[in-house]
Structures are given as structure tokens and as C-alpha cells.
């Protein structure tokens, strides 16, 4: 079993080849703006999990996933060649999920922000249902007791 650090250090090389190899040697047309975001390796370092995301619609992304398929063999073999691991890892390509969460978050953000907008434009020239501060200083209840004559 090798230790964490040396299957991180491997992933991290893993995501600087396979993004320069996609760069310069692979040259399919189906290949679309793809980026390399990120590279896991299991602890026996034999499977290497790699994370893209591409730019453009569905018809795109597939497409190009279909094109990682398709230069896996490549891909792995130029790991091997620029990795010198005894055992070369196979690769497997997996669409991020990171922008389309990050959409998300942004839509509810923004829901939430018209909301408070809304709730803004509501609470204006409005007064409060009762006193504007309804807690009781420390002060104001000595003076109190004292007018109730319960001070003497």
C-alpha cells in the first residue's frame, strides 16, 4: 500500500499529463474545450480517476467524452512514459459536477437575494406593531421601583 502523499503526488502529475497530452498530441475533431480539473489515485495506485469538465452545450460534452474513449490508450500510455511508476494506472474520464453546482448555488442566490429585495420594498415606511425597542435598560428599572414607592 503506498502512503496518501505519494498517490496525491501521482494524481497531481496524472492532471499535468493527460491536460498536456489532450494540448498537443491528440488531435480528434470531437475533442471540445476541454479542461483537466482535477485527478484522484486509489491508495494502491492502480486506478487513476480523472475529472474534466467542457465548454459548450450536451452534444459537446459527449462528444468529447466519447473522444477521451477513444485516446485512453494513448493517454495512459504517455502517463506511463512520463510518470516511471512500476504499474501505470488506469485511467478513467468523469464529467465534473462542479459548475453545475456552482450554477445552482448562483440561481438560489439570486432567488434569495430578489426575496430580501421584495421583503425590503415591503418594509418600507413601515412602523413597528408595538415600542421600536421593546427590552428594558438596566436604568430604567431602578427608576422604576423607585416611582412605585416599592423602592422605600
Known sequence: MADNARARKLADRIQVVVAETLDRRIKDPRLGFVTITD?????????????????????????????????????????????????TPTLTFVPDALPDNARTIEDLLDKARAKDAEVRQVSTGKTYAGEAD???????????????????
Open 134 to 152: 421593546p427590552y428594558r435598560k438596566p436604568g430604567e428599572d431602578e427608576a422604576e421601583d423607585d416611582e412605585d414607592g416599592a423602592g422605600a
Open 39 to 87: 485527478a484522484r489515485v486509489t491508495g494502491d495506485l492502480r486506478e487513476a480517476t480523472v475529472f474534466y469538465t467542457v465548454y459548450g452545450d450536451e452534444e459537446e460534452r459527449a462528444a468529447s467524452a466519447a473522444a477521451l474513449e477513444s485516446a485512453k490508450g494513448v493517454l495512459r500510455s504517455e502517463v506511463g512514459r512520463q510518470t516511471g511508476v512500476r504499474f
